[in-house]
């Protein structure tokens, strides 16, 4: 019996590769179908490319198509570190030290507190533009194969505007994925757009619709807990970074578990609001070893393992809740979220 399932994809730079590895495993299972996806930032990169995949050459394409995205991010020539990293075989926090403290990030860092993107005049080039170009749009906006639904910010009011459809473009993936200190905001029918990250990472309730399933896996690369206390500077900018864009999502789940109280304690009548079943498939313990540095540095060494994380934890979900999937949630909202 087939199991149709929604994704909802985090945004978070480079660690986007852990998703692209959560994908590649579920893709192994021909008796999950996916009815939708809602991402930002990487999250919408890779919704893109798994969809325009998929209508091109189902599961094989699908593979393909993100397989390519991803050898497209590490070939970026922005912040990338010399070759030598490439084979070194460190563990992921002494990668994220290394990139940390090496001259490459420390420089780029320092610019983007001193430097704005707009003062690099006719020299500024977003390095996202030419694969956000490279998609086959007429795939990525089909009405056929899974929802997609893009995140980005409103610059100017503020609010998280929703792009599906017609509406998903290369301008529309490069506003979800526009850091603000990076690039320059991106300009469509005359409204700027920054990272979706701050107002949905990503944003759930596209997936309420009612011809969509009911469960809803979302992919998380935002460490949710650190239990220690963020003591130098590049500690606490990263735990602020992550704060900032988890915060959209917690407000989401706390909504979701009021309502799903109000169903079962039949205060409002079954088939008023949706039952949702809520999974994730995360590796905190992994993320909380990557830092900010490894988000904006894609080194083919931090994508490859990030890849064999993704797919590891999404074979851990299965085993354990492959059952679940149709019959209930796997997070506690109420003990984690309210």
């Known amino acids: 019996m087939t199991k149709r399932i929604n994704l909802a994809l985090q945004g978070g730079g480079a660690h986007g590769a852990f998703t692209w590895g959560v994908l590649d495993r579920l893709l192994d299972e021909e008796d999950i179908e996916v009815a939708a996806i809602t991402g930002t930032s990487a999250g919408a990169l890779n919704g893109a490319a798994y969809k325009s995949g998929w209508l091109s050459g189902g599961r094989e394409g699908a593979r393909a198509s993100l397989d390519w995205l991803w050898r497209q991010m590490g070939a970026l020539n922005d912040l990338r570190l010399p070759g030598w990293m490439a084979g070194n075989p460190m563990i992921p926090g002494q990668v994220a030290t ?153 407000r989401e789940l706390r909504a979701i578990n009021f309502a799903q109280r109000l169903l079962e304690q039949d205060i409002i009548d079954e088939g008023a609001m949706k039952r949702l079943f809520v999974h994730m498939i995360s590796d905190d313990r992994l993320m909380r070893d990557m830092s900010v540095a490894t988000k904006l540095m894609p080194t083919p060494l931090t994508l490859s393992r990030l890849k064999a994380a993704g797919r590891r934890a999404a074979e851990g979900f299965l085993e354990q809740h492959r059952d679940d999937l149709g019959a209930r949630g796997t997070v506690d909202l109420a003990d984690a979220y309210s």
């Not at 979800?176 to 309730?205: K, M, R």
């Open 98 to 250: 290394a990139l940390e403290a090496s001259p490459q990030f420390l420089v780029a860092d320092a610019m983007t507190r001193v430097i704005s993107p707009y003062a690099y005049g006719p020299f500024y080039v977003n390095p996202l533009e030419r694969i956000a170009r490279e998609f086959s749009f007429d795939k990525v906006c089909a009405h056929e194969g899974p929802y997609l639904f893009v995140g980005a910010t409103n610059v100017h009011s503020g609010k998280i505007r929703i792009f599906s459809g017609d509406d998903i473009s290369p301008e529309s993936l490069l506003a979800s994925a526009c850091l603000p200190t990076l690039f320059q905001a991106v300009e469509i029918d005359g409204a700027h757009y920054w990272d979706g990250g701050y107002t949905g990472n990503p944003a759930l309730f596209p997936l309420f619709r009612p011809e969509l399933p009911a469960d809803i896996v979302i992919v998380n690369i935002n460490p949710l807990d650190r239990p220690e206390v963020p003591r130098s500077p590049q500690e606490i900018q990263n735990r602020i970074n992550e704060i900032s864009f988890n915060s959209s999502l917690l």
